[in-house]
């Protein structure tokens, strides 16, 4: 399971579930290039990497949201000229408001969400790929919601983002199998109790869900030498074993 001398960019690592994910990383080698809009959080996640004694990570802030195809593309090429080359891309960032129906729903809050949740890992692996290709085996993992597949009333641009991410990530599967170098994957978490599960369901017994420290294995996992050869795939946490 050891990460030691990999580069990881994971997106939302101020969060739940991506500072868990930066945390898991770190803790087994990965030097972690920490992106997120909330400086803040960025920090509180440092110092626990820090606190950890694991490799010091690097903080990145970028508003995924707000950032224009220059600014996506400056930040591929300072990760090639620091690092000269990218081992794991987390698209772990995610937005989401609440439960509206359609007729409701703002235009500008369906812009904002479909431009975090699609448009930013779309443009972020774009820019990123020829990076991840000068690694001999690299892996991107994108974070979906087992409520994709259901096309779940009220979900919004929430849903539709997250079904059409999932087909975002099986094309690229798709396309970058026979290079046999990129692996990429879907990561559905499940039910833990994490800040947007509490958003979105807040009157939920939250006592009753795993932690989000439960998702380190999955983690280490997907960005291991362990998952190597294994693309395309929509990894179930609830139901993930080694």
Known sequence: MSLKQQVILITGAGGGLGSV????????????????KNIAKLEVVYDAILAANAPEPIIYPFDLAGANENEYQDLANKI???????????HSAVEFSSFTPISQFGTKE??????????????????????L????HASIVFT????????QAYSGAYGVSKIAMEGLANILADELESGNKIRVNTLV?????????KRAYPAEDKAKLPDMDSLEPVYRYLFSGQSIGVTGQLINAATFHL
Not at 115 to 124: R, S
Not at 133 to 136: A, G, L, P, T, V
């Open 21 to 36: 994910a930066a945390l898991t990383l770190a803790k087994n080698g990965a030097h972690i290039i920490l992106l997120d």
């Open 144 to 151: 979906s919601d087992s409520s994709a597949r259901k096309a």
């Open 110 to 131: 369906w812009g904002h969400t479909l431009n975090v949740n699609l448009h930013a890992p779309f443009l972020l692996t774009r820019v990123l790929l020829p990076v």
């Open 133 to 136: 290709e000068k690694s001999q």
């Open 189 to 197: 978490p499940g039910a833990v109790n994490s800040p947007l599960r």
């Open 80 to 90: 090639a000229e620091e690092y000269g080359v990218l081992h794991g891309l987390l």
